[in-house]
């Protein structure tokens, strides 16, 4: 297999990621704040536009905001055309405060508003939970999941906005959410920046390949070291679903091991 076979699912991915603008409703949730907004920086090819409340303005440092390839709404018409227009809808920190305004239908700024026209719209809206969520390793750390009633009571309106079609993830879900999204590959891309890198040319590398069929389990797709390190664990030898592809590190890492790869 050449180079340009290798890289055409991956261009093709790419090219589906160009210019697809991501909706960010901004809270002044502080749980992951940091690695939150460094996932959604690293996503170059990204475009978002940003609603934030002022309790957010206050609390999330303006480099964060910055760093992102942005626009700031702060205006009804502008946040309706956003509402409608955008691929994804995204909150970022998810609130106690916010989560109970959404789950009672309160609009009272610019970002209950917003995911309140888009809930009406049957749009998707995905939320990181990590903030309001007593199960967090933050929240028990403060001590603020020690009250069974109310962990109740705030994980009822959770349930109330899943009914509604909103959809609840963890903060290290959210590359995974958009990709899935936009029916990325994360494995192929695990991240989406402009393509202006040199490309190496891939060695004519042959891993030592018997072509019969074994039992257990089938690698397919596009395949990485990572993925050649877990199959073979312990041993020396795995097996490859004809048509799946090979990545040059991982034909490396196979070729470097003496690994013995079957095609079944």
Known sequence: MDIEDLLKPIIA?????MNKRVLLFVSGGAVNLKSIFETLASMKMLQYDVVMTEAAKKVIPEEYINNLNGRLIDCKVELTKA???????LVPMMTRN???????GIQDNLVTTGIAEALMMNKEVIAVKDSFDPQNPKNISLGFSKNPAYNKFVLGYQDVLTNFGMKFIDADGIKKAINGSFNINNEIIPNIEPINKTIVKEENVTPIVNKVTVSGKVLSGVLTTEDIIVAVNRSKEICVKEGALITPLAKDYIYNNKINVKYC
Do not use: S
Request: proline share 0%; with cysteine; net charge negative.
């Open 83 to 89: 509402v409608k227009e955008d691929d994804i809808i």
């Open 98 to 104: 916010t989560l109970a305004k959404c789950a009672t």
């Open 13 to 17: 991915q790419i090219i589906n990621m």
